[in-house]
Every structure is written in C-alpha cells, then in structure tokens.
C-alpha cells in the first residue's frame, strides 16, 4: 500500500466509526421500532402455528364405481367448495392468527392398488360429501385414518425404505392454460367411452405399476388464490390481472398499431388465456413421491416422476415441470455420504405428511390454475382406465345416504 494511500484508509476508518457512533447515540429513538417490528412478526407467526396446529382434519377416501357418466364438469362443481377465502378482519388475523384454510387432492398407490383421497377440515368436510354424492351418486366416502402415518421414514443406510420425490412447477406464467379435458373432447357427455382420450388415464396407468413393496403418493395442494402480481401501478392483482396484461401484450394491444404484429400463435394464446378468466382460480402446489422397501427400490421410477403431467402439457401454452427433486446429485463429491440429499429427502417427506406448501414446514410459491385444469388432473376417470389393480365398487347404488349430514 502506498503512502498516500493510507491517509484515505483513515480518513474511511473515521467515518465508518463515526457513523456507528451516531448510530448508536440515536438507538433510544429507532431502536424501539425495530424491535416493535421484530416483535410484531414474530406475534403474527406464534398464533398463526397455532391456529394451524388446532385445525381438525378429515381423510375421505372416495371409492368409485365401474361406470362413471360424468364429464369432468361433475368435479369442477365439488372443487368449488374448497375455494376457501382468507379472514375478513384484523382481529382474526392478527390476533387470532385465523389463516385461509387449504385442502389436498390425493391419489395413492398401495403396491398398485390405487385409491383417491380428499383430505379437508372438518368443517368442509360435510359440504364436500354433499357435493361429491350430489355430483356422483354412486359412489362410497368412507372417512379413514392418514395413510402416511403408516410409513416411518427414517433417511439412512439403515433406512427400511427407500424413496425418491418431486415437486412441480408451471412451465409458463400462470395465465396460461395447461391442456385441459376439453381440448381432449371430454366435455362431451355423448362421447362414447370407447372413444374417450383420458389425459389422467397415464397417472393411474403409472400408479397401477406399483409392484410388491412399492407405493406412490400424488398430492394437489389446494387454496383460495392470492394477490402475488406486481402490477404497473405499483399495486397487487391476481392471476387474472396478470392475464389481462399477457392478452394486451400478446395481441399488440399495448403497442402502437403500426408496431403491432401479432402472429396466429399469440392470437389463439391470448383466445386461451381470455377463456380461463371465466372459471374461478385457485393456488396450487403439487408433490409426488416414489416409496419402496429398501430392497425394493426401482429407480426407473425417477424418470416416470419427471414425466408424470406430461400428457397436460402444450407447447404453446403451459404445462409442469419439475421444480426440485429428491433424487440426488451428479457427482459423488457434492455430497458426502449422502448427508444432503438424505436431508432433502426427509424434508420431501415431511413437507408430504403435513401437506405444506402455504405454510411451514416447507413453504414455496405456489401457482394457479382455474377449476376446468383442477378437474383436468384430478377426477373420476371413466372405463377408459383399465388398470387391473384400479379397485372400483362392484355393484351401484340408487341413491346418496339419506342420513348424509346437513
């Protein structure tokens, strides 16, 4: 260091001290805020896990019969009753740590058995039977213990099992539509079931490939959406504002007409996007995660976990992709006996168990999607799954119970 650079290293040093002098000298005045602030977060976190931990959950298993009828319109009725909205006041909010409550669309295979799941609050739990009964009357809700208690996943060597999971993502902004039933021609009750192309009927085809030892959980975390797009104006929108923005930059609309060109594809884009809009939006968070007895484990089967929405997706539109994955690294030098990755793993499974996604223990971003591509990924497929192990009630019933709860 030269010599006359030392006279500016000082004079820096001075100022840095002085500036902490003054720091502190005011610390009477702002430090109460900060610690105000502080405080306050820390409040609002404290009685919302409590207001979670005290939440009464239900598991409804959902037994189908061997004929359904319905067009997936039937499900889009039943998932309205899960768009649940956040609290009305301060008071519930901030004092009573009241949060909006989410559910969990599930379908689980047992060694290739596959049943569908419905895990709500109690306090949904009688609407969502009303509707499921009233949209398919032939059908069987049985209320059952979670399954995942059953499975005590412990990471390690030593481990009885084995898995590997992943989470998804959109591969677009969430205004674009994914592929939905009615682009395969499923929203038309007078298609013969001969005829019918079922996009889900790939997922149970790979949930019913679950052989001895092995299960497979798919979970569709569900909630009310909420304001997450930065508008120009410096206020929040939604995923419908978001959408309205797309369509004007898609169709020129925010340019001036003779920079305008807008091509066929951008044009039928923002026609799609446009069509979402009339179907109320949810935010979502999907999870699935590959078990097996150590012994057991086939990892072919984290390819077919990368690929799972394949048949939902659109080149020019939207689709999933994975967004992280518990299957582990490229070199044997990224991770010492496989110390990470075992933590990753048990978070994955963790983060399954308590179905976190708006929420600790693992809370992420979720994204939207509107109640014709909810019911796209998640409804009772017809005849036209044929998967041996795909257990369907044998015999029909006239009508709902009629001691159903009101």
Known sequence: MGSNQIPDFMRLYDQTVSAFVMLFKWFPYWGPFVFALIFWEEWVRYVQS????????????????????????????????????????WYDKYWKGKIKEWSSLEMVSFEGHIKFFIRTTSSLKNLVETQLYGQYPDIEIFEVPDYT??????????????????????????????????????????????NKVDPLTSVIEYLGSAGKGEQVWVQILVAGPEKRYAKKDGSMGDWKDEGADLVKKLTG??????????????????????????KAGF??????????????????????????????????????????????????????????????????FKAYKYRSWFHK??????????????????????????????????????????????
């Not at 609309?253 to 009339?278: C, M």
């Not at 979502?284 to 078990?291: T, V």
């Open 50 to 89: 409590q207001f979670r931990a005290n939440l009464k959950w239900v598991m409804l298993e959902i037994k189908i019969p061997k004929t359904i009828n319905k067009t997936p319109l039937a499900m889009e009725i039943v998932l309205q009753t899960l768009l649940t909205k956040a609290p009305g006041n």
């Open 149 to 194: 208690l059953y499975v005590d996943y412990k990471p390690g060597k030593a481990s009885e099992w084995a898995i590997a999971a992943a989470e998804y993502q959109l591969t677009k902004a969430d205004p674009y539509p994914i592929k939905t039933y009615v682009d395969y021609g499923l929203d038309s009750a007078l298609l013969k079931e001969e």
């Open 253 to 278: 609309a925010d340019k001036k007409p003779e920079e305008a060109k807008v091509s066929e594809g951008d044009r039928n884009a923002a026609k799609a996007i446009e069509r979402s809009f009339t």
């Open 283 to 348: 935010d979502c968070g999907i999870r699935a995660i590959y078990l097996a007895k150590s012994d057991k484990f086939n990892p072919s089967h984290m390819k077919a976990l990368g690929g799972l929405w394949s048949a939902f997706s659109t080149g020019n539109l939207n689709g999933f992709r994975p967004k992280d994955l518990a299957f582990g690294f490229d070199y044997p030098w990224q991770d010492y006996d496989n110390i990470r990755l075992d933590a990753k793993k048990m978070k994955f």
């Open 361 to 406: 223990p693992r809370k992420l971003k979720p994204f939207t999607l509107n109640t014709e591509e909810l019911a796209t990924i998640f409804h009772f497929p017809g005849g036209v799954a044929q998967t041996p192990t795909f257990g369907r009630i044998p015999s029909r019933k006239s009508e709902a119970p009629i001691n159903l709860p009101i």
